[in-house]
């Protein structure tokens, strides 16, 4: 069925470690992004993806790096894992583009991440 | 104070009750977007407006831009709607701000 991907869907991990969050769409949409859902909290934008090509920091990028590997892929990567990045994960894409604003959003099932 | 704001936090009904979930943001939008996360977690997008009204079965969405304030009805509400419905606000063409959600119950 046509959506977002995500993958893994738990993970544990050590404080210091490192790991790539995998996230693909088959929709064949231009815009992609990962937020972070904390509790109490509405999720954040942590980076984007407007066109193939391009990324951007979002509101909270700090810890993170990401790869828009092509248009279906779009991965999030955290080189040193802090308990302050313990949060559950979801990326999302959009038909988008520089018009984003005229269609809706697919979210993927979410990675819940704990780090220990 | 949140860009966006949600009312109420928690909401509790009992099945075939009308509801109204509120959202007010203080921010220029391109776009509201109203989205429903499952117990399991999963995000579903239920409407996207820029004006006017939307309905998609029992659900209705509204947006008064002068106000910038939007409303989700759902009408004869079912146990199976309860979720957490959150509202969101398109800045331009690429960023969402999020409210903090609505946490909707429905007894049987």
């Known amino acids: 069925n046509a959506g977002v991907t995500q993958t893994p869907k738990f993970q544990v991990l050590k404080t210091g470690q490192s790991m790539t969050l995998q996230c693909a769409q088959d929709?064949?949409?231009?815009?992609m992004y990962w937020y972070r859902q904390d509790p109490g909290m509405g999720l954040r934008l942590i980076y984007y993806?407007?066109?193939?090509?391009?990324?951007d920091k979002g509101e909270v990028p700090n810890g993170y790096n990401v790869s828009r590997l092509n248009k279906r892929e779009f991965s999030l990567r955290l080189e040193s894992a802090a308990p302050s990045q313990t949060s559950v994960y979801f990326c999302a894409s959009t038909r988008g583009g520089t018009g984003g604003h005229g269609y809706g959003y697919t979210f993927g099932s979410g990675t819940r991440l704990t780090v220990v | 104070k949140n860009e966006v704001e949600q009312s109420p936090q928690n909401l509790t009904a009992q099945e075939g009750e009308f509801i109204t979930i509120n959202c007010s943001y203080s921010?220029?939008?391109?776009?509201l977007h109203w989205l429903q996360q499952h117990p399991g977690g999963g995000i579903v997008s239920l409407f996207m407006?820029?004006?006017g009204k939307k309905k998609h079965g029992r659900l209705i969405a509204t947006i008064n831009i002068q106000e910038k304030h939007s409303s989700l009805h759902i009408t004869a509400s079912h146990p199976r709607d309860s979720a957490v419905y959150i509202c969101a606000a398109l800045q331009g063409a690429q960023k969402l701000v999020f409210g903090q959600g609505t946490r909707l119950t429905i007894n049987p």
């Open positions: 921010v220029g939008i391109s776009a």
């Open positions: 929709m064949n949409h231009n815009s």
């Open positions: 993806s407007a066109s193939e090509g391009t990324t």
């Open positions: 407006l820029s004006s």
